[in-house]
């Protein structure tokens, strides 16, 4: 009878043994799944904050230009990079009926009131155009791709460059008329790429 009991009291120690081990791995696995869907969150939330950052800056260096810059390359460098870093609320609404009646009124106004069509509004014009009547592969593919990702990159890198010889150094670029603003929008320009590319480098 002793035997019986002590093989019963054994079995329930061990049976009790399993379940704290359980109840621990499962405890061990929501802290897990907490803090990775917390960190995946953070991350999602960093990259929608640093497309809008990023977008505004090459907004406001695409503004700049006409007081600063006076260089075409560089102003239309500026188009492709907005295309492909803009948020995807604002890029899929301008793509809509709203973009495509925006694009329809600035192409009546250059083609037959080329007098009421200012200037600096033919890069705004022409980034319109390129949301409405961009192929899905630039629309959808290759924005969503890294390549979109690394083509930002490279254009925020070469804006930086030429800024920096253009003012005579980095340290000018600091100094002079109108460079500091210049050159933190483009520093601006880069914080999104790289980012994003060790975002998913490092997930």
């Avoid at 960190?39 to 907004?59: N, Q």
Wanted: aromatic content about 12%.
């Amino acid at each position: 009878m002793g035997r019986i009991d002590y093989l019963a009291m054994k079995t329930n120690e061990d049976t009790a043994a399993l379940l704290n081990s359980d109840f621990n791995e499962l405890k061990i696995a929501a802290k897990n799944l907490i803090n990775h869907a917390t960190k995946l969150g953070g991350v999602a939330f960093g990259t929608s904050f640093l497309e809008w950052v990023s977008s505004f800056a090459a907004i406001y260096l695409l503004i700049l230009d006409r007081t600063n810059w006076r260089t075409n390359m560089l102003t239309s460098l500026l188009v492709p990079y907005i295309f492909l870093s803009m948020p995807s609320v604002v890029f899929h609404f301008l793509r809509g009926d709203v973009g495509k009646w925006i694009a329809f009124i600035a192409v009546v106004l250059r083609l037959f009131f080329p007098r009421h069509f200012p200037d600096w509004l033919e890069m705004p014009g022409s980034l319109i155009l390129l949301l409405v009547v961009s192929p899905h592969f630039f629309a959808h593919t290759l924005r969503d791709h890294w390549v979109g990702v690394a083509i930002c990159l490279a254009i925020g890198c070469y804006l930086l460059q030429e800024h920096v010889r253009a003012t005579g150094g980095f340290r000018n670029s600091f100094t002079q008329s109108h460079g500091i603003s210049n050159t933190l929008g483009i520093i601006l320009l880069l914080v999104f790429p790289i980012w994003t590319l060790l975002t998913r480098v490092v997930i």
